[in-house]
């Protein structure tokens, strides 16, 4: 079993800034792979990015390059998202996923209002 904590959700203007953590329960370099996804009210949940257990960032959706970075600190088992010149349209619960011997396990989301 893996359980995650999310933070650093919150309300933003546009152009502002946030950073989200993803803390698990135990040694995050045992996980295949780890990733952020989101779901907007009305849409389905969509992702955003993945980093693999060997630290290569294998994906970015288009909406977030340039803007968003994966990145994991192994000593304090926990994932971050740092996201810039947030957007209206990035507005969702924000989830945290990891693969794990088989199975996927997710945060309990954390919400991210960007205003116009």
């Known amino acids: 079993q893996v359980q995650l904590v999310e933070s650093g959700g919150g309300l933003v203007r546009a152009g502002g800034s946030l950073r989200l953590s993803c803390t698990a329960s135990?040694?995050?370099?045992?996980?295949?792979?780890m990733g952020w996804y989101r779901q907007a009210p009305g849409k389905q949940r969509e992702l955003v990015t993945i980093?693999?257990?060997?630290?290569?960032?294998?994906y970015y959706a288009d909406s977030v390059k340039g803007r968003f970075t994966i990145s994991r600190d192994n000593a304090k088992n926990t994932m971050y998202l740092q996201m810039n010149s947030l957007k209206p349209e990035d507005t969702a619960v924000y989830y945290c996923?990891?693969?794990?011997?088989?199975?996927?396990?997710w945060g309990q989301g954390t919400q991210v209002t960007v205003s116009s």
């Open positions: 996923s990891v693969s794990y011997n088989w199975n996927t396990y």
């Open positions: 135990r040694s995050i370099s045992t996980f295949n792979a």
């Open positions: 980093i693999t257990g060997g630290g290569r960032t294998d």
